[in-house]
């Protein structure tokens, strides 16, 4: 697939979508959280969810937003794939435990599980509150730990599986303004994801992680549009200056990174932190 179809590749119709599939995850059962966008366009998770489908898993999409997961219900659907939207909170543990269970009663297995939700702040120790300090560990770190707790033995039990932890550049870099809950939650994503992925390597699960850069999604403009102080367009130019390819990713770019990694052309690849970022972590400044 060339860019340019992968960068239009949601305005494909059914027939179109169907011939460019190459099924690398037939058959297999994607659990994604995080799954709907939100605002219009392609956020990280309804990317994600949308490719998987495109190649050949069954999906079941997560959203707190019941809205949002039924827009990607809705398009798979339209493609000819398979999927079922459900709502829950993922740092609830009866609810994470609730859809897990739907998706096995559904589907009757869990080979994929790609944990997309997170949250950002801007702001180091002394402006970050302890409530949203609490907050993005409970939405970035616990969320993943829950899954990943509740998924985990019935990829054990059938013989394997892949998880997909989506971290952030800014787990290992600093990103030229002060995010100290959101780097450090991201972090913890990094390690809790390498924790599992030797604990589990001999049964047959990979985990790996992720970690996107300056990613252009409909929840990078929500902040930039309701939170920046200047011009909007002005602020979006400086990140794509900052990136030696002079552009933004997209939902696209981290969505085929990580079926690579939920495929099973990944099959000897575990507890990685593979960064999609265009080259900006190369940088010194």
């Not at 994604?32 to 994600?48: E, F």
């Not at 990607?72 to 740092?91: R, S």
């Not at 730990?145 to 952030?168: D, E, F, W």
């Not at 870099?173 to 913890?188: D, E, M, N, V």
Request: charged share 20%.
């Amino acid at each position: 697939m060339t860019v340019l179809d992968r960068c239009s590749v949601n305005s494909l119709n059914v027939e179109e979508a169907v011939s460019i599939m190459s099924q690398r995850v037939k058959d297999k059962v994607a659990i994604v959280t995080g799954a709907g966008s939100i605002g219009p366009g392609w956020g990280n998770g309804k990317a994600a969810a949308v490719l998987y489908a495109r190649e050949g898993a069954r999906v079941f999409a997560v959203d707190c937003n019941p809205a949002a997961a039924e827009e990607t219900w809705g398009i798979i659907q339209q493609e000819g794939g398979e999927c079922l939207a459900h709502e829950a909170d993922v740092t609830s543990s009866d609810a994470v435990k609730s859809l897990v269970d739907r998706c096995l009663s559904e589907f009757g297995r869990v080979d994929i599980l790609h944990n997309n939700v997170g949250i950002p702040e801007v702001g180091g120790p002394e402006e970050i509150d302890e409530e949203t300090w609490d907050r993005h560990f409970a939405v970035n770190v616990k969320s993943m730990y829950l899954t990943s707790r509740y998924c985990l033995p019935h990829m054990v039990k059938q013989g394997g599986g892949a998880i997909v932890n989506i971290s952030s550049i800014g787990s290992i870099r600093y990103f030229g303004y002060p995010c100290a809950s959101y780097s450090a939650s991201k972090g913890a994503v990094n390690q809790l994801t390498q924790q599992i992925a030797v604990q589990y390597a001999d049964r047959g699960v990979r985990a790996n992680c992720v970690l996107p850069g300056l990613i252009h999604t409909p929840l990078v403009e929500h902040y930039v549009q309701s939170g920046y102080a200047g011009d909007a367009e002005e602020m979006l130019q400086a990140r794509r200056e900052m990136v030696p390819m002079k552009r933004m990713g997209d939902a696209w770019d981290v969505a085929h990174a990580s079926l690579f990694l939920a495929s099973d052309e990944a099959s000897y690849i575990t507890g990685v932190q593979l960064v999609v970022d265009g080259g900006i972590t190369c940088k010194v400044t």
